[in-house]
């Protein structure tokens, strides 16, 4: 031990020296300095005392703090592992819609309550080196009051870092540093997971063709004919939408099934197959003549002419609108062409105006091998696109057909079948009557449509080309069982793991399992010469680390932080690290006058 200079003229014997406890006290004559000097044990102890094992706070020994940055670093490591799980193989799948909002709590939850514990690790060794520090910087000598017996850090984190900033406690300021960087890991983690929908696709999905192109057996039956009128004529008047693999009025597709899906499967089929486009070749008269009836029981006298067709026909005088449709008998063009074939002329006439119009319409068959696009959970075409017109050859394109398309207004039937007249007639009606429905729809009625020079063309146009576009669909195919393989794209409700997230979450993770783990070997190093008996915390610890000190003496119970401060201002402080001796505090203070204890 060191030992203090002494004036024994001075020195005197007191009860504590008698005991075999030395209470030096002393001053040097030349110096207004005081020496004071608290043992807690001297040499006569020798053999009743011996150096106390160091106590380290269970935090801050070497194996839990190597298990702490160990599993910092596994944490880092599950992650990136988790990111590069979820990007091979696009997320993790949802199997019932029914559990979403169970996973949306979940994938919140539970990375939210895994990192918590690394955080309260954290936080754990900060409490427990900002227990030492004052101890630490004790052995060290030297320090004054404030940055030892008066250093306080569990006034909150602010302070703790004002106050680390101030004694130059660098450790100290890093620790707190990182427990602050630990409240970035409940954010980060909460949403490192997410509920994404991502889009896979199969180019072996199995669809049955159920048709394919050619002239049905019972095309002659005037049954499908008399339903697509039908059908044409309710979609006027209630705005209906096109029939199943009929699409945008003109297109009719080769029927298919698709396989029986699972109520939860949503996916988009791309379907290659056939279909036929029917163009109606529709335009104005390019010239009608009319003349009006002079009296009643008359009839109108109409002639209309299109390229080289002309059509004559009159209209009965009753005093009301009427309309209907005729089939072009003089085409020199298409003369040798059946009456299934002819070109057909719709007509309306106006009787308030006393005006005639007329639409000219020869169709024609176009077949194309397309793809087509439907849903797995809705029936219906929702998208078509062209591919090439390298249809195999069949008796549509070819003979007897050649390309041309039914008028479905003239039929080549018995005279004497009553029925197919009858059929022949309603279709005839049907067809024109849903055109001058939809024309009375539009806003102005009759007059504006009369008035428009593309008015009754474009609803004429519309109206007929959908009703071919239905008959096609069960005239021109006949049936087949054949599998396409198609493209399915299926969009699916994943969880998947956030990249950025999860490399700023594991970025963080390895900065505070790097950073920690050095600032704990470097507060190891400056721990080596502080030798506790136990936890200095408690009320008894600092009784037994003090009983011996005479600087207590200086102190009262009822000053406040200020006043100890200024008692204690100006006192150098250290732990004696001496052979024996548990705690020596020895304060230096500037004296007005010589004093000795």
Same mark, same amino acid.
């Given at each position: 031990?060191?030992?203090?200079?002494?004036?024994?003229?001075?020195?005197?014997?007191?009860?504590?020296?008698?005991?075999?406890?030395?209470?030096?006290?002393?001053?040097?004559?030349?110096?207004?300095?005081?020496?004071?000097?608290?043992?807690?044990?001297?040499?006569?102890?020798?053999?009743?005392?011996?150096?106390?094992?160091?106590?380290?706070?269970?935090?801050?020994?070497?194996?839990?703090?190597?298990?702490?940055?160990?599993?910092?670093?596994?944490?880092?490591? +599950?992650?990136?592992?988790?990111?590069?799980?979820?990007?091979?193989?696009?997320?993790?799948? =949802?199997?019932?819609?029914?559990?979403?909002?169970?996973?949306?709590?979940?994938?919140?939850?539970?990375?939210?309550?895994?990192?918590?514990?690394?955080?309260?690790?954290?936080?754990?060794?900060?409490?427990?080196?900002?227990?030492?520090?004052?101890?630490?910087?004790?052995?060290?000598?030297?320090?004054?009051?404030?940055?030892?017996?008066?250093?306080?850090?569990?006034?909150?984190?602010?302070?703790?870092?004002?106050?680390?900033?101030?004694? #130059?406690?660098?450790?100290?300021?890093?620790?707190?540093?990182?427990?602050?960087?630990?409240?970035?890991?409940?954010?980060?983690?909460?949403?490192?997971?997410?509920?994404?929908?991502?889009?896979?696709?199969?180019?072996?999905?199995?669809?049955?063709?159920?048709?394919?192109?050619?002239?049905?057996?019972?095309?002659?039956?005037?049954?499908?004919?008399?339903?697509?009128?039908?059908?044409?004529?309710?979609?006027?008047?209630?705005?209906?939408?096109?029939?199943?693999?009929?699409?945008?009025?003109?297109?009719?597709?080769?029927?298919?099934?698709? %396989?029986?899906?699972?109520?939860?499967?949503?996916?988009?089929?791309?379907? %290659?197959?056939?279909?036929?486009?029917?163009?109606?070749?529709?335009?104005?008269?390019?010239?009608?003549?009319?003349?009006?009836?002079?009296?009643?029981?008359?009839?109108?006298?109409?002639?209309?002419?299109?390229?080289?067709?002309?059509?004559?026909?009159?209209?009965?005088?009753?005093?009301?609108?009427?309309?209907?449709?005729?089939?072009?008998?003089?085409?020199?063009?298409?003369?040798?062409?059946?009456?299934?074939?002819?070109?057909?002329?719709?007509?309306?006439?106006?009787?308030?105006?006393?005006?005639?119009?007329?639409?000219?319409?020869?169709?024609?068959?176009?077949?194309?091998?397309?793809?087509?696009?439907?849903?797995?959970?809705?029936?219906?075409?929702?998208?078509?696109?062209?591919?090439?017109?390298?249809?195999?050859?069949?008796?549509?394109?070819?003979?007897?057909?050649?390309?041309? #398309?039914?008028?479905?207004?003239?039929?080549?039937?018995?005279?004497?079948?009553?029925?197919?007249?009858?059929?022949?007639?309603? +279709?005839?009606?049907?067809?024109?009557?849903? +055109?001058?429905?939809?024309?009375?729809?539009?806003?102005?009625? =009759?007059?504006?449509?009369?008035?428009?020079?593309?008015?009754?063309?474009?609803?004429?146009?519309?109206?007929?080309?959908?009703?071919?576009?239905?008959?096609?669909?069960?005239?021109?195919?006949?049936?087949?069982?054949?599998?396409?393989?198609?493209?399915?794209?299926?969009?699916?409700?994943?969880?998947?793991?956030?990249?950025?997230?999860?490399?700023?979450?594991?970025?963080?993770?390895?900065?505070?399992?790097?950073?920690?783990?050095? =600032?704990?070997?470097?507060?190891?190093?400056?721990?080596?010469?502080?030798?506790?008996?136990?936890?200095?915390?408690?009320?008894?610890?600092?009784?037994?680390?003090?009983?011996?000190?005479?600087?207590?003496?200086?102190?009262?119970?009822?000053?406040?932080?200020?006043?100890?401060?200024?008692?204690?201002?100006?006192?150098?402080?250290?732990?004696?690290?001496?052979?024996?001796?548990?705690?020596?505090?020895?304060?230096?203070?500037?004296?007005?006058?010589?004093?000795?204890?």
């Amino acid at each position: 031990m060191e030992s203090p200079v002494v004036d024994r003229s001075l020195t005197t014997t007191s009860e504590h020296e008698r005991n075999g406890v030395p209470s030096l006290r002393s001053f040097q004559s030349d110096e207004t300095i005081v020496t004071r000097t608290t043992t807690v044990f001297s040499d006569t102890d020798h053999k009743r005392y011996s150096r106390p094992q160091q106590w380290v706070p269970t935090f801050l020994r070497p194996w839990v703090v190597g298990s702490i940055v160990a599993l910092t670093i596994l944490y880092a490591l +599950i992650i990136q592992i988790a990111l590069r799980i979820s990007q091979s193989r696009n997320g993790w799948y =949802i199997p019932d819609k029914d559990y979403t909002s169970i996973i949306s709590f979940l994938k919140s939850a539970l990375p939210l309550a895994a990192v918590m514990p690394l955080g309260l690790l954290y936080n754990s060794m900060h409490e427990s080196l900002l227990q030492l520090q004052a101890y630490v910087v004790l052995s060290q000598g030297r320090a004054t009051a404030r940055e030892t017996v008066l250093l306080n850090y569990k006034k909150g984190r602010l302070s703790t870092i004002y106050t680390a900033i101030v004694n #130059g406690h660098w450790i100290v300021l890093v620790s707190s540093t990182l427990t602050i960087v630990c409240l970035l890991l409940s954010p980060l983690a909460s949403g490192i997971l997410t509920y994404d929908y991502i889009t896979l696709e199969d180019y072996r999905y199995p669809v049955v063709s159920k048709k394919k192109i050619g002239l049905h057996s019972e095309f002659a039956s005037l049954e499908y004919f008399d339903a697509a009128a039908g059908y044409a004529q309710a979609a006027a008047y209630h705005n209906l939408s096109d029939p199943a693999f009929v699409y945008d009025h003109r297109w009719a597709v080769a029927e298919f099934t698709l %396989p029986p899906q699972p109520y939860d499967l949503f996916g988009n089929v791309l379907i %290659p197959t056939t279909a036929i486009s029917t163009e109606c070749h529709c335009g104005q008269a390019r010239s009608i003549d009319l003349t009006l009836a002079s009296a009643p029981g008359e009839n109108h006298a109409v002639k209309g002419t299109w390229n080289d067709s002309i059509v004559t026909f009159s209209i009965p005088n009753t005093g009301r609108d009427q309309y209907g449709v005729q089939t072009i008998t003089e085409s020199p063009s298409n003369e040798a062409w059946g009456f299934w074939y002819k070109p057909v002329a719709f007509w309306f006439f106006s009787s308030q105006l006393n005006q005639v119009a007329m639409v000219f319409c020869s169709p024609e068959l176009l077949l194309y091998n397309v793809l087509v696009s439907t849903y797995t959970f809705a029936e219906g075409i929702s998208e078509l696109s062209k591919v090439d017109r390298n249809v195999p050859e069949n008796n549509i394109s070819g003979a007897p057909m050649y390309g041309r #398309g039914f008028n479905g207004i003239s039929f080549d039937y018995d005279s004497s079948d009553e029925q197919s007249r009858t059929r022949e007639a309603s +279709i005839s009606s049907g067809l024109a009557t849903a +055109i001058y429905q939809l024309a009375i729809l539009q806003p102005g009625g =009759i007059p504006a449509v009369m008035r428009d020079k593309d008015g009754f063309w474009s609803l004429t146009k519309r109206t007929y080309t959908r009703y071919l576009s239905i008959v096609a669909k069960y005239a021109y195919f006949t049936d087949t069982n054949e599998t396409i393989y198609s493209k399915m794209s299926r969009t699916e409700g994943r969880i998947v793991v956030y990249p950025l997230v999860a490399r700023s979450l594991s970025a963080i993770l390895l900065c505070l399992a790097i950073v920690g783990a050095f =600032i704990h070997f470097l507060h190891a190093r400056a721990r080596k010469d502080v030798h506790l008996a136990g936890d200095p915390d408690s009320i008894a610890a600092t009784i037994a680390m003090t009983s011996h000190s005479k600087f207590t003496s200086l102190l009262d119970a009822s000053d406040s932080e200020s006043v100890l401060a200024e008692k204690l201002r100006g006192m150098r402080c250290m732990d004696s690290a001496e052979q024996y001796t548990t705690t020596t505090l020895n304060l230096r203070h500037h004296m007005g006058k010589k004093r000795s204890f």
